[in-house]
Structure formats: structure tokens, C-alpha cells
């Protein structure tokens, strides 16, 4: 990541889904810029646990280039265990995970500013659907892991 960014503060809604222990499984982003105009980002990753599906959520958001650019993020996500994971209340035991963790502290580390919280499912209800829809698209036949990348409607560029 850059030393130099050249945004303000984002913030961002992630989840992951999977169907089944490990199964199909999905990602939804949502990043919300200061000016209230967002990007969603949602997409079938293949078969996995639904917990490495939160982390995917989380690397995926960190490589769009809008995010990458951004001083500061405020990361909202409805897994409890990734949030008390990476704010250190809880240890990474699982070995597919530990990677996941590394690489995601990692990204973290570039940010001016970054924080991680937990809300409930209710509040987390886009992401859910770009995650559940990515699943229900591969499911359906309609996606083939193709990435669905779309910014505001009413926006071209986002920032």
C-alpha cells in the first residue's frame, strides 16, 4: 500500500457467506465514502467455510483501489469471531484461518487509521445479500465466479 494516500475516511460493511460446512460460498462488500456514494462488490469464492469466507470478505474489500487509497477505514462486520480475532480478545487456533489473519493484519497495518466492530446480522443486511446473492447466482447456473463490481448507480466513479 501506498504511504501516501490520498482519501479520506471509508467505511465498509462485510460479510461472507457458506451453504453448508464448507460449501458454496459468497462475499458482499459495501464501502461507503464520505460523500454517502458507495461501491458493493459481490462473489461466489468457491467452496470453503463460512469463516473463510468473513476473511475473504475482508481482503477482497482491501483491494479495491478506492479502499487502497483511503487514510482511514471503519470496518463493520457481523462475524464475531473475525472482529474479536483481529481487535486481539481472541487467538487465531485454526491453521486455514492463521494465513487468512496474517495477511489481513498485515493490509490493516497500512492504514493511518484503521477499526474493526461487531453488529448484529440486522445491521449488516446488504453485504448479506451481495454474499447470499453471489451463492444463489452460482447455484442457479447464472455465475460462473465471475466478480459483481458495481458502483452507485447514479455515480460513474466513485470518488
Do not use: C, W
Not at 477499526?115 to 443486511?125: G, H, L, Q, V
Amino acid at each position: 500500500m501506498s504511504d501516501e494516500r490520498s482519501r479520506g475516511q471509508l467505511t465498509i460493511h462485510i460479510d461472507g457467506a457458506a451453504r453448508g460446512n464448507p460449501g458454496p460460498a459468497g462475499i458482499g462488500v459495501v464501502v461507503i465514502g464520505e460523500d454517502k456514494r458507495k461501491i458493493t462488490l459481490s462473489e461466489y469464492i468457491g467452496e470453503t467455510t463460512n469463516n473463510v469466507a468473513e476473511y475473504t470478505a475482508l481482503l477482497r474489500a482491501l483491494e479495491i483501489p478506492e479502499v487502497r487509497d483511503a487514510n482511514a477505514i471503519e470496518l463493520y462486520s457481523d462475524s464475531e469471531l473475525l472482529v474479536k480475532q483481529l481487535n486481539g480478545f481472541y487467538k487465531v487456533k485454526n491453521s486455514n484461518l492463521q494465513q487468512l489473519f496474517g495477511k489481513a493484519k498485515k493490509e490493516l497495518a497500512g492504514f493511518v487509521k484503521f477499526t474493526i466492530n461487531y453488529i448484529p446480522r440486522e445491521e449488516n443486511k446488504i453485504a448479506d445479500q451481495l454474499a447470499s446473492g453471489a451463492i444463489d447466482r452460482f447455484l442457479q447456473g447464472e455465475d460462473d465466479k465471475k466478480t459483481k463490481f458495481s458502483p452507485d448507480p447514479d455515480q460513474e466513479r466513485l470518488f
